[in-house]
């Protein structure tokens, strides 16, 4: 089943910069991921975040590409930029129904 993966990274005293996301992105590379359908990322004024919305084939896939991917790439920004903070929410969800 598919399923939505949200983060939400709150913009704090009006910065807008991307430098963060940019940094993973740009190690991360243009793809494809396997199992990814979907990626989107960008400010959502309205709620005061930055939010990156994924959608993926499966929770496996996901939990994949996180933990094999993602998370040694956000550990090694951390530890070199103490500015870099952890999302304010992270939600994932099944999704009833994805148009391709």
Known sequence: MAVAFIQEF?????????KNYDSV???IGE???D???????GFDHD????????????????????E??????????VMSDPTATPPQRESTYDLHHVVR
Do not use: M
Not at 35 to 41: D, P, Q, R, V, Y
Not at 52 to 61: L, M, N, P, Q, R
Not at 68 to 77: G, M, N
């Open 10 to 18: 709150a913009i704090v005293d009006g910065d807008t910069s991307t």
């Open 25 to 27: 992105a740009n190690e």
């Open 31 to 33: 793809g494809p991921i």
């Open 35 to 41: 199992g990814l359908i979907c990626h989107s990322a």
């Open 47 to 66: 709620a005061g975040v930055f939010r990156i919305f994924d959608v993926w084939e499966s929770g496996d896939a996901a939990k994949r590409f996180y």
């Open 68 to 77: 094999q991917q993602l998370d040694p790439i956000v550990q090694r920004l």
